[in-house]
Every structure is written in C-alpha cells, then in structure tokens.
T-cell receptor
Framework: AQKITQTQPGMFVQEKEAVTLDCTYD???????LFWYKQPSSGEMIFLIY??????QNATEGRYSLNFQKARKSANLVISASQLGDSAMYFC???????????FGKGTRLHILP | EAQVTQNPRYLITVTGKKLTVTCSQN?????MSWYRQDPGLGLRQIYY???????DKGDVPEGYKVSRKEKRNFPLILESPSPNQTSLYFC???????????FGEGSRLTVL
C-alpha cells in the first residue's frame, strides 16, 4: 500500500548548520515521484524539490537536495547552511504514476535557532 | 500569472448548512485535487480528478462531493457540514503524471 512516513515531528537546529529531514515511503508502483514542500507559518505550500524514481542523480535546488536511496525507500531532504527563514513545517509527498494518486506525510516542524 | 485560486479563504458556518468551496486554475492542468490539513495528520487527499468528468475518491472522501464540469474548475461541496469537517482545505493542480503540484492559498473552514 502507498505510504509516506516522516518520523521526526519536530526538530531544533542551530542557524548555519545543515539539516536532514527524514522521509521513507512504500509503494508497489515502479514509477513514482517524490516531493518536498515547505509550509511557513503564513500557511501557503511552497514546492521545494522533486525526484523521479528513474532519475539517476539526486535532485538539487539551491540549498536543497534530496538524498534518494531507492533500495532503502528513503527520500531525505537536506538543507545546507540553514537560515532563520527555514523555520517551517516540511512535508514529504509521493506520486504514484500508475493512478496519479498523491499522498503526503504528516510533516516535520523545523525550528532554526539564532 | 499562473495560479490556483480558492474561495472563500475563510468561512465560519453552522452544522448542516450546505457550502461550496470553489477552486480554479489557469494553467490548463488536467489533474486537480482537494486536501484537508489537520494538526498531526498532515495533508489527506479528499478527492482528485484526472480530467473533465473524471473524479476519484482519495483517502477521506466521506461527507464531501466534487464535480469537474470544466477543466479549470474543481469545486468542493459539503452537503451537510459537521464540526469534524473544521479544517484547512487546499486545492491543487498539475499536469498528469508530472512533477510539481501547484497549491491554492488554502481555505480555513470552521463548522459550529
């Protein structure tokens, strides 16, 4: 069954440190995509990064990278050199291409400390 | 500007009073979806649609209806709202089998 697990409900990290947010998934579909979204306190959903299941290289977007380990079914988000503005809720999501169903994890609330 | 527009953004209503939350996108996306967000539960999919006149249940469809008569619009209908439908609702759209899902700004609904 399709499933996304984010095991860290909350994290506190010192400013300028790197952060890794964990995400594991389960699917029987060989074709899928993995996303990360950021939700600041203002509530909007901001797209960060996308990784396709057949992509050979890990996706990167500026300070964000997705550490994709297909055999372990993990898709961790790495934020380099964290900033105060990175404080937000982060959601991992998966899209199965077979039926185009998209599910989200429960989220990780990240707090960046000055 | 490419966007997904939801209305209303905020609504307080009473149990049993039918309401509709509208969603419109201007990107010619085939795929549209509704989610509800509740503390500790993340985003849960209510319904989704892969094209006009094609809709499918998500994980929490009970108490909701949708329709997709036009490609750009995907309204969410609560026929008889109950307090357990108090939530933050998001509409989203994308191309089929594609990457990024574009979200609306959210609609905060309170049912008394």
């Amino acid at each position: 069954a399709q499933k996304i697990t984010q095991t860290q409900p909350g994290m506190f990290v010192q400013e300028k440190e790197a952060v890794t947010l964990d995400c594991t998934y389960d699917t029987s579909d060989p074709s899928y995509g993995l996303f990360w979204y950021k939700q600041p306190s203002s509530g909007e959903m901001i797209f960060l990064i996308y990784q396709g299941s057949y992509d050979q290289q890990n996706a990167t977007e500026g300070r964000y990278s997705l550490n994709f380990q297909k055999a372990r079914k993990s898709a961790n988000l790495v934020i380099s050199a964290s900033q105060l503005g990175d404080s937000a809720m982060y959601f991992c999501a998966m899209r199965e291409l077979r039926d185009d169903k998209i599910i989200f994890g429960k989220g990780t609330r990240l707090h960046i400390l000055p | 500007e490419a966007q997904v527009t939801q209305n209303p953004r905020y609504l307080i209503t009473v149990t049993g009073k039918k309401l509709t939350v509208t969603c419109s996108q201007n990107m010619n996306h085939e795929y549209m979806s509704w989610y509800r967000q509740d503390p500790g539960l993340g985003l849960r999919q209510i319904y989704y649609s892969m094209n006009v006149e094609v809709t499918d249940k998500g994980d929490v469809p009970e108490g909701y209806k949708v329709s997709r008569k036009e490609k750009r619009n995907f309204p969410l209908i609560l026929e008889s709202p109950s307090p357990n439908q108090t939530s933050l609702y998001f509409c989203a759209s994308s191309y089929l089998n594609a990457g990024e899902l574009f979200f609306g700004e959210g609609s905060r609904l309170t049912v008394l």
